[in-house]
Structures are given as C-alpha cells and as structure tokens.
C-alpha cells in the first residue's frame, strides 16, 4: 500500500513535469498523467512488497531441524562456546574500567610527546 502510494505521488511529480517538458502526446493531459502515475505506482508498489516480504516482522525464524540439530552438536563440541559467561555486577564493571582508564592514563603520562 505504502509503496503505491508514493509510486502514484512520484508518478504525478514526474509526469506533470513530462507533460510540461514535451507536451501531452495524442492521448491528452489525463492519459498521459494517468499512465505515468499508475505505471510508477505498480513498480514501486511490487518492489516495496517484495521487500516487506523478505523482511518480515514474524518473531522467530523458523529453521529446519537438522540445521538445530547441527549446531547443538558444534555447540556441544567446542569448548569455548561451552564456557559460562562472567557478568559482573553494576560496582565491578565500573572499577574495571576506572581501572583501565588509570592504566591508559599513566601510559600516556609515561610516553614521550612530540
């Protein structure tokens, strides 16, 4: 809907501009307009389907089972993917990073400046 909408709108902007550049031809100001506006609506209108298909707004992707089935099994296998992740509380993660913001100031404290 969206995007025949804005065909029909490019349509006219164009078309208005067409017929004003080389005139209306045998089939007049209406035909002319109209074809330029309908032919536009329907091109933008397919692709802009089109994209709303591919890019749909479902919640999960469905995948096949043996693709699951496959990654369990790497996930299964690999030792890192199999590690927990640390999560450091709120206090934690801002004395580490004072930390490293100490470290990387005394490093530049301590280099040479040209």
Known sequence: ???TGVGLTVGFIFGSYSIMRQGAGPRGF???LSQYMLSSAATLGFFLAIG???R???GQIQYHPSLMQQS???ALASP???QEVYRASRAEA???MKRRWDAEKQR???SPRF
């Open 1 to 3: 809907m969206m995007g």
């Open 56 to 58: 749909s707004d479902s």
């Open 30 to 32: 209406v035909g002319t």
């Open 108 to 110: 530049e404290a301590e």
């Open 94 to 96: 801002f004395q580490r």
């Open 52 to 54: 709303s298909v591919i």
């Open 72 to 74: 369990q099994k790497m």
């Open 80 to 82: 890192v993917l199999r």
